[in-house]
């Protein structure tokens, strides 16, 4: 979990037993140093259900969005596998446009994601969306900027991920894909389906290169952010 100023513990929450649910703080700059300092509280499952669980990749690609906050004011953005919702939440707290996604038949995830919103006091567009599946939802989508946090776990579904990035990515000139994932991925995989889906990578960062210590200190694994975009060079 994210580190927390000296009035909170780091990984401070309140739990519930009846419901198995705990909340966690995210802190997002330095209150003492920083106007535009703030925190956001997630509602997270106690059993670390995937969609109901912060992971290092969401803490990590929160962080990014929080230190790029200058591209997210006022931007369209989606969040696809959003879970939690951790990045997608900074990004409406700096002023864009959010859109939550996550498998449409995860309804308790979808439920979760509402009641974070509201607990936040953001106002975000909750949406069931399945990769690689195609509904009148997803045509009316044209982010500026797409978050996926730990979305490339499972090879399976790679290929529905990287059709659904390259239809988003072809619906906004000039949008990006920004993730966060462990090297467990596979990094030949993903690039091979980058190059079959039209994309390439314009960025790739060490996770941990950007990291305050604080919060660095409470994650473990190799992490790794990418910016990918759509290949507009002509094929030779």
């Not at 900074?90 to 498998?103: E, F, I, R, Y």
């Not at 919103?117 to 599946?133: A, H, Q, R, S």
């Not at 091979?192 to 473990?220: E, H, I, Q, T």
Request: hydrophobic share 40%; glycine share 8%.
């Amino acid at each position: 979990m994210e580190g927390s100023d000296e009035d909170e513990p780091a990984g401070a929450s309140s739990q519930s037993d009846q419901h198995m649910t705990t909340t966690s703080r995210h802190h997002f700059g330095n209150a003492r140093d920083s106007g535009d300092a703030f925190s956001i509280t997630i509602i997270e499952s106690m059993k670390e259900d995937y969609g109901l669980f912060v992971w290092p990749c969401s803490v990590v690609l929160a962080e990014y969005v929080w230190q790029q906050r200058s591209r997210f004011l006022g931007a369209s953005v989606v969040e696809l596998g959003a879970g939690t919702s951790l990045p997608g939440l900074v990004a409406a707290k700096l002023g864009s446009d959010v859109t939550l996604t996550d498998n449409a038949v995860r309804l308790e995830v979808l439920d979760n994601m509402r009641r974070v919103c509201d607990l936040n006091e953001l106002k975000c567009e909750v949406l069931g969306l399945t990769w690689g599946m195609w509904d009148a939802a997803v045509f009316n989508l044209k982010p500026k900027i797409i978050l996926g946090a730990d979305v490339l776990y499972d090879t399976n579904a790679f290929d529905d991920l990287f059709a659904t990035v390259t239809f988003l990515l072809q619906n906004t000139l000039g949008s990006v894909f920004i993730t966060t994932y462990h090297n467990r991925s596979g990094h030949h995989l993903i690039e091979f389906l980058m190059v079959k889906w039209g994309l390439k990578c314009v960025k790739l960062l060490d996770g941990f290169s950007f990291m305050p210590s604080d919060k660095a200190s409470g994650l473990s694994g190799s992490i790794q952010l990418a910016e990918i975009v759509l290949n507009c060079e002509p094929v030779k």
